[in-house]
């Protein structure tokens, strides 16, 4: 059964190497990262609408600009995460002599973000829950609005919601990693060994880093 | 001899023997001693008094009556009406009953005794009424009063009276307090006195405590009070506790307020307990938090949690303590909770079970999707 790209999701083996039969194309990754891009600006706006709805009356006139700020961010961001992941695997890649354009590298880590995007929408569900469930103060200073920020910010942090969050952001990384995995394989000729070391390192590093916020090492 | 000389002899025998009294006379008979009980009387006390009267005389004397009379003191009892004879070198004793009708004061009401041949005795006797009562002080109690809360009160009893008393008696008497005891008795004091007796005091509200100490001089009953004050006011003493260090700490679904309790007072505050008040929702782990004895200069850290309704910007941090008798003290600190953000009190507690079970099924699906990937390969 042929079900377009999504097929990456389950068969990422067999979907890479019948692309490595035509030209690279990066629409189809840009369009997964723009709607990848689209829900951290959703949820980016729902936590920004959360903040503007605590200060004071006149600094609430700018709220239609924060959340212009807050989703045009999210969206460059989404495209700035591509390239870098892009990048890295790209250069990794190149210490096991990898072979092959970046264009092709950075088509399939495009692909790489599906379980990202799948994973944002559950991560922005859950934040929605989070937030909707808080009550905020009205603020009348700079200084209060400095610790609501603040107990927010532990708030979220502390919520057992915000850490299965976590635990799941962390599951749709392996997931993404893994697809990565035959994409570089793919991208860059490379064995699967090298390929798992290449994808592998840099998902270590970072699932560290989110294991660590989960626990609040850091 | 003559005959007429013989005459004149008899003449003057006869003469003789009927000069030469048949008994002896009121000059023989002299007041030996008087007695009164008691030995001082106040104003208005009834007493006995008993008067010795003693025959020194070789005969008898037939005495017709004895009686009592004065101003001052008064005597109540009938005067003896017919007495009869008082042998030779005998005594006799009469005993009237008396009233201290007048002030205070030395007073000799007359013992009169009529003899039956035209004698009579007049006797004044001397009888001393002094009115001084006995003396009742507060020789302890705490420097203020609180609701509830024993007091030590100790009241001293002292007799300035020259003769002794008896049935002496301290009674609280009044409302809006308990004492233990009920009351002390004493029971004979002698002249220049003292003895205290200790009392536990419980208010109930400021009212006037009048201790009563009766005592009987006598037959006759006396009392004087003592009135104590009890009006409410800070125990300088007590424990004192203050609430600082806080530290609100927002949590999912709570709050949680870190915090030091301090007893600055001068005695211990026992079973100090910590809530969260009125519009607080207490939660686990920390509903309350049991610091239990705090020593003076002591302080103690404690922590609660709670939830609220979201709307509240203040909070009430409670903390019940007990004096040394029981007594329920309770002080209330409000913190400020307008610099936080207000987890909700709608959430449930804990883990939230149904983002555990989307979690397990999100979790079995990509995992699933890894490894059928590698099948596939």
């Given amino acids: 059964m042929d079900t377009g790209f999504l097929r990456v999701l389950f068969d990422p083996g067999r979907f890479f190497e019948e692309r490595m039969r035509g030209e690279a194309g990066l629409k189809i990754p840009a369009l997964i990262i723009l709607a990848y891009g689209i829900v951290g600006a959703v949820a980016a706006a ?41 990048v890295i695997l790209y250069a990794i890649s190149m210490i096991f002599k990898g072979e092959g354009t970046f264009t092709r590298t950075l088509e399939f880590t495009g692909y790489g973000f599906l379980p990202q995007f799948i994973g944002s929408i559950i991560g922005a569900a859950f934040s929605y ?9 009205p603020m009348t200073n700079i200084e209060q609005i400095a610790e609501v920020s603040e107990s927010l910010a532990g708030i979220i942090a502390t919520d057992p919601l915000m850490q299965i969050s976590g635990v799941l952001s962390l599951l749709f990384v392996l997931w993404s990693a893994n697809i990565l995995i035959f994409g570089m394989k793919y991208a860059r000729n490379l064995s699967t060994r090298d390929a798992a070391l290449t994808v592998g390192i840099p998902t270590a590093l970072y699932a560290v880093y989110i294991l660590a916020t989960i626990t609040g090492w850091v | 001899m003559k005959p007429h000389n013989l005459v004149v002899i008899l003449l003057i025998c006869i003469a003789a023997a009927t000069v030469t009294p048949a008994s002896a006379g009121p000059a023989d008979v002299t007041v030996t001693s008087s007695t009164l009980d008691p030995s001082v009387l106040m104003k208005g006390d009834v007493g006995t008094l008993t008067v010795e009267i003693k025959n020194n005389g070789a005969d008898g004397v037939a005495i017709r009556s004895a009686r009592l009379y004065g101003s001052g003191v008064v005597g109540l ?93 301290v009674i609280p008497q009044g409302t809006g307090f308990t004492t233990t005891p009920t009351g002390a008795f004493i029971g004979a004091l002698a002249t220049d006195e003292a003895r205290t007796v200790p009392f536990n005091l419980t208010p109930e509200g400021e009212t006037d405590v009048a201790f009563t100490v009766s005592w009987r001089n006598g037959i006759n009953a006396h009392a004087v009070d003592l009135t104590l004050p009890v009006t409410f006011g800070e125990d300088k003493r007590q424990a004192d506790l203050f609430i600082t260090n806080i530290e609100v700490t927002p949590e999912a679904g709570r709050y949680r307020i870190l ?15 910590i809530t969260p008040g009125s519009s607080a929702i207490p939660t686990d782990p920390f509903r309350v938090y049991v610091v239990g004895t705090l ?62 079970v989307v979690a397990i099924l999100i979790a079995i699906g990509v995992i699933g999707a890894i490894f059928y990937s590698w099948r596939r390969k």
């Fill in chain 1, 46 to 86: 729902l936590m920004v609408n959360v903040i503007i709805a605590i200060l004071p009356g006149e600094a609430q006139a700018y709220a239609a600009f924060g959340i212009a700020i807050a989703v045009i961010g999210a969206l460059i961001m989404g495209y700035l995460m591509w390239i870098a992941c892009a």
């Fill in chain 2, 259 to 273: 915090g030091d309790v301090m007893n600055a007072g001068l005695e211990p505050a026992r079973s100090v307990l």
């Fill in chain 2, 77 to 169: 009892s009938d005067p003896y009406p017919s007495v009869g004879d008082i042998g030779a070198g005998t005594t006799k004793t009469f005993t009237f009953t008396v009233r201290a009708d007048g002030g205070e004061g030395t007073f000799y009401p007359t013992l009169v005794i009529d003899f039956q041949n035209d004698g009579t005795l007049r006797h004044p006797v001397p009888i001393l009424v002094e009115d001084t009562p006995l003396t009742a002080t507060i020789v302890g109690k705490p420097d203020a009063f609180s609701e509830g809360k024993r007091a030590d009160i100790a009241i001293q009893v002292g007799n300035p009276r020259p003769n002794d008393v008896s049935g002496v008696q």
């Fill in chain 1, 129 to 137: 829950q989070i937030i909707s469930n808080l009550t905020i103060p």
């Fill in chain 2, 295 to 356: 020593d003076p200069d002591d302080a103690a850290p404690f922590e609660v949690t709670f939830r609220t309704d979201g709307n509240a910007t203040t909070i009430p941090i409670i903390a019940e303590y007990r004096d040394d008798d029981g007594n329920r003290y309770v002080m209330t600190a409000v913190v400020d909770l307008g610099g936080t953000a207000a987890p909700s009190a709608e959430r449930d507690e804990g883990i939230p079970m149904t983002g555990i």
